[in-house]
């Protein structure tokens, strides 16, 4: 409060979507505050242009860059945790985003106080968080890992103790960034690749990157681009599997089977396409271009 105004402010209501740099200039700019109450609402306005209002963390952008100054000045041994939530959905749609909240939030403390070597993170979006952390002097990538591996599992049980809920658990991609990357951004991403694949296993709550998901990745992507122009082109090629009546050894159906044929004569086969394309929904457009051409 102000002792020369004699005015107080008893509280200040907000939520994620209003609260701005903006919005808390204007109250500045409509009160007679005295200094103590404009370093405070200074404070408060450089924490909100900054980080992110329920976790606490950094924006994403400034996350970048105070890790691209880390990267350059190779200083520290880093790695960068990509985590998030499994089934965090689940608890959203059936309990409610105020509870979805709660448990994010637990989920981003624990998660703090347990990694050793945290620096700092950033919520990237929804339940996905990126942490910058820094190996020990004398620790081995065993070590760490080893280390990063008990503190995922240990708030996995804080947070199915919390909300009763065996669903609920922690996942993280790990990637030990290395001396010639200068990228943060593709530091972040390899994380992420690494994180991706500690989804989609139960038996597993951390990755770590290894090349051959980037160069999967990157091949995946290629596949995804080519398909319109390989539908245009009519590359994707049908080939008969006759179905035969044992007993009389009549042929009495037939299974389609899909080839694609590059222009150059080289096949990819459906091994190399097809659970890609089912994984990410393009299925759908080379399943109609096969009803067509049976």
């Not at 990538?141 to 809920?165: G, H």
């Not at 390989?230 to 006759?242: G, I, S």
Request: glycine residues 6%.
């Amino acid at each position: 409060y102000s002792e020369k105004g004699n005015k107080r402010i008893h509280e200040i209501i907000y939520t994620k979507s209003d609260i701005t740099a903006r919005n808390i200039g204007n109250i500045i700019d409509g009160m007679e505050a005295d200094e103590l109450n404009r370093r405070i609402l200074d404070r408060l306005k450089e924490q909100v242009s900054t980080t992110d209002t329920l976790t606490g963390m950094y924006l994403y952008d400034l996350f970048l860059k105070k890790l691209k100054e880390d990267i350059a000045s190779q200083k520290k041994r880093l790695v960068i945790i990509y985590a998030d939530i499994k089934n965090f959905r689940y608890v959203n749609d059936n309990f409610g985003y105020t509870i979805g909240d709660k448990l994010l939030k637990l989920f981003c403390d624990s998660l703090k106080s347990r990694l050793e070597g945290y620096l700092y993170a950033s919520r990237i979006y929804s339940d996905n968080i990126a942490v910058a952390y820094q190996m020990g002097e004398d620790n081995s990538v065993e070590d760490e890992i080893e280390l990063i591996v008990k503190a995922i599992n240990d708030t996995s049980s804080v947070m199915q103790s919390k909300f009763l809920n065996r669903k609920v658990a922690a996942c993280a991609g790990v990637y030990f960034v290395e001396r010639d990357i200068q990228n943060a951004e593709i530091a972040v991403s390899n994380a992420n690749l690494a994180r991706k694949q500690a989804k989609h296993h139960n038996d597993t709550s951390v990755t770590i990157f290894k090349s051959y998901m980037k160069e999967d990745y990157n091949r995946k992507m290629n596949l995804a681009s080519s398909l319109p122009s390989a539908l245009e082109n009519d590359e994707f090629k049908v080939y008969y599997q006759p179905k035969v009546e044992a007993g009389t050894g009549k042929v009495v159906g037939g299974e389609a089977l899909v080839r694609w044929q590059k222009s150059d004569g080289s096949f990819i086969y459906p091994n190399e396409f097809i659970p890609f394309f089912e994984e990410s929904g393009l299925i759908v457009d080379v399943d109609y271009y096969i009803y067509e051409e049976v």
